[in-house]
């Protein structure tokens, strides 16, 4: 009789196993007016997205970084672009885009201009009245060649943060191409 009660014993726990999984299976589910209270809780809890607009990196494409003269570290960059190929005699606007890095109260663009680039005679230093990272400051400036030849246009951008002043020079190449014969 023994190995008959122990087929029995075997035969009542597998099925009590069986119906025991069952239940529990059956109970995790629930009922399905749970699902959707819970994932709308969580969804009222969850941050709304902000629609950003164009970065400065996007807003200044097909434009190229000025070079930096010297070890300045201030937080500035500044682009440019050559929208015709100068020539001699044919005056032209350098567009530069100024892309601050930090946020400053004030900022004072300095254009110089080397032998063979005439700059406009009332070209004062340009003001900026106030810095905001994620801005670009387009500027535009006067330049007429006189020579042909690789010319430099230098850069100075300083720039006032609280009561502390830094500055960041550039040099921008323009390639003149010689008066056209007529």
Known sequence: MR???RDYVQMITGSRGAFVTAVL???CHGEPKQAP???AASATSAPAVVK???TPEELTAGMVEAVTIGKSTAPVAVKFDLPQRPAV???FDLVIAVL???AASSA???VSGSEGLQLAPNLAPIEIASLDPTQVYRLSIPVTPTADGVHLLGLSVSFKQDDTAESRSFSVPVIVAPAASE
């Open 108 to 110: 004072t663009v300095q």
């Open 37 to 39: 209270a819970v994932t």
């Open 100 to 102: 601050p890095q930090i």
């Open 89 to 91: 005699g044919k005056r």
């Open 25 to 27: 299976l059956a109970g």
């Open 52 to 54: 950003r607009g164009p």
């Open 3 to 5: 190995p008959r009660l």
